[in-house]
């Protein structure tokens, strides 16, 4: 059992799970805002007076004229999967499994809400609930990718207390505190029967003895958000906003079903691997910078626009240290770059009571090609939404949205399964094609 010590090396890497592929770059989250969604996110960070928009700029909660919440919901669903997929394990031994699937990426439902107050003439105070980033997967447990690729789910609520204040008339800042919970829950295959075969344990060949493992593990982190507002022309706002980078540190459990792998219950006997066991792990979410305007082009039509950088080089690599001193740490290589987003939209006010929107946005992926995986099948983007606010009274108002992601290009996997994590997971081609709707709404209440 000499080389279980080297040969283990990738064997129980656990990737974090596939996002849905409506959200925004990675596995970001933008769909916090019907009103927002409609016109594809353009010029959010320029929303004045509004307790819905603090989650992109907290500036925005100045100029309330009361209190007021701000309730949303918002449903993804679509056709996505993979196909042509074909896996080999230690470079000769074919895996097997499924080659196609049309349904890995299961509907998604992200709720968020707000409520803000002024309590002077210049200061309001607020709180919103939202869900800045979210994962979800399932992969058929035959798959030909199972051994890079299970179900999963990532699930963050990040509560924040905004203050907003009106520096003059035409200009204001915020600031908001984010408390963010992260909950980690995903499970994988691990080739147990070729790590047996490799330290020539008799009856085991590359494939034959699978063991199934899950992890859960979660973690609180803080945050903050900054941004101001400013009108630099008549009918024209600009908006800043900058989220900083929060950095999760997980403390979780694997377990092992080894009763099911004959192999890794060998291979437990003899050394102690593959028992369950605590684990402590690292995960650095990005920071972001975005800037918005709205500009008024005529009494009924205003124009918006954003750009926004996510800095995902800090999602360099993910690393697991298990307690277990038999269980060698896991390394997950991501090497993401920073993405950009760009957005266009208009808003046209059909009634004194009624506004139509529309926009169109592009946003990049942060995966580099060579490192793209089946669990997060991430490509450029380009979203298509339409949108509608319904005043029903002096108190309350509707906001309704939909829209159309599409990804022209087709994720290719072409993983190789030369790198030493990737040793006992072998490598993988695969094509994965993505087409998500989405449809949000919102309720506002002025009390």
Known sequence: MAQIGTSLAGAVIVTLAATHQAAASGFAVEHQNAKAMGSSYAGVQARAADSGFAVYNPASLAGLGGLETSSNATILWGKTGYENASATLLGAFPAGGLSS?????????????????????????????????????????????????????????????????????????????????????????????????????????????????????DDIDVGFTAGAQAEIAQGV??????????????????????????AAAILNGATGIFADSPFVSTLKLPASYALGVEAAATDRLTLLGSVQLMRWSAFDRVVFDFENPAQPPEIIVANWSDSWSFAIG??????????????????????????????????????????????????????VAGGLIVSPKTREIRLDGTPPEDLLRGALNADVKINTYAASLRIRYKF
Do not use: C
């Not at 990718?145 to 800042?173: C, G």
């Not at 060579?370 to 509707?398: C, E, K, M, N």
């Open 101 to 217: 699937d049309d349904r890995v990426l299961p509907e998604a439902f992200i709720m968020g809400s707000a409520i803000a107050a002024p309590v002077t003439d210049r200061l309001t105070l607020g709180l919103t609930l939202s869900t800045p980033f979210g994962l979800k997967s399932q992969y058929d447990v035959a798959s030909a990718a199972r051994y890079y690729a299970q179900d999963a789910s990532l699930l963050t609520l990040a509560v924040s207390p905004t203050a907003a204040f009106e520096v003059s008339d035409k200009i204001a800042i915020g600031a908001s505190l984010k408390i963010q919970y992260m909950d980690l829950t995903a499970s994988t295959v691990v080739d147990a029967g070729g790590l047996a075969f490799l330290n020539s344990v008799p009856g085991f060949t590359p494939g034959s003895s699978d063991l199934f493992a899950e992890f859960k593990g």
């Open 346 to 399: 208009g808003e046209y006010q059909l009634t004194a009571r009624t506004d139509f929107r529309a926009g169109f946005s592009y946003d990049e992926t942060p995966i580099v090609d060579q490192f793209a995986g089946p669990r997060i099948p991430d490509t450029d983007r380009r979203w298509a939404t339409i949108g509608l606010s319904q005043i029903l009274s002096d108190r309350i108002s509707v906001d």
């Open 237 to 262: 706002r600009i908006g800043f906003s900058y989220a900083s980078r929060v950095t999760h540190e997980f403390d979780g459990d694997v377990t092992f079903e080894r009763a099911g792998s004959p």
